[in-house]
Antibody, heavy 116, light 107 residues
């Protein structure tokens, strides 16, 4: 059974940094593209970033480009999201999700709150 | 970027009702459309992929249709566990984009 567990979310001040982690089990992690998707309180889902299995292909939504960095460690079955220059509008639950364009498994999410 | 628009944003219905939720893309996405169900405080799960293919384990009362720019999720006879929020997502090109969600509530 696929299992994804996110961690690292907390309260941080505007302009601050945070690193989210997602640890995977139950599948061959190194073979799959991984993603971060976020959901602001009471809002819809927003895809944030993806990293291919190799990881030669990395993509970001425009609103985080230059501020967030996705990475992975296939030896540790983990994917990360380094978030810098955080803004109020980055406040959301951040989900880790497996898959290329279809997100077939999700973690339970970790809450990031950006507030002074 | 491809904009995805769902309607309605919220819907009240009763157990046993048939409901339709629509999703419109701002440009043609062929059949690259996914439907997710999300219950309160939980992660989304895939119901339908490729516009009309039922994900393994999803009850047959769920169905999807459409191609190009207009898509529909149909629940043929609502069960109590179906009251949730439904999201569509285009998988045609990056950035992957979602509709704003449709909250299905008990009447």
């Amino acid at each position: 059974e696929v299992h994804l567990v996110e961690s690292g979310g907390r309260l941080v001040k505007p302009g601050g940094s945070l690193r989210l982690s997602c640890t995977a089990s139950g599948f061959t992690f190194s073979s799959y593209t991984m993603n971060w998707v976020r959901q602001a309180p009471g809002k819809g889902l927003e895809w944030v970033s993806s990293i291919s299995s190799s990881p030669s292909n990395i993509y970001y939504v425009a609103s985080v480009k230059g501020r967030f960095t996705i990475s992975r460690d296939n030896a540790k079955n983990s994917v990360y999201l380094q978030m810098d220059s955080l803004r109020d509008e980055d406040t959301a639950v951040y989900f880790c999700a497996k898959g290329g364009a279809e997100f077939d498994s999700w973690g339970q999410g970790t809450l990031v709150t950006v507030s002074s | 970027d491809i904009q995805m628009t769902q309607s309605p944003s919220s819907l009240s219905a009763s157990v046993g009702d048939r409901v339709n939720i629509t999703c419109r893309a701002s440009q043609s996405i062929s059949r690259y459309l996914i439907w997710y169900q999300q219950k309160a405080g939980k992660a989304p799960k895939v119901l339908i992929y490729a516009a009309s293919s039922l994900q393994t384990g999803v009850p047959s009362r769920f169905s999807g249709s459409g191609s190009g720019t207009d898509f529909t999720l149909t629940i043929s006879s609502l069960e109590p566990e179906d009251f949730a929020t439904y999201h569509c997502q285009q998988s045609y090109n990056t950035p992957w984009t979602f509709g704003q969600g449709t909250k299905l509530e008990i009447k």
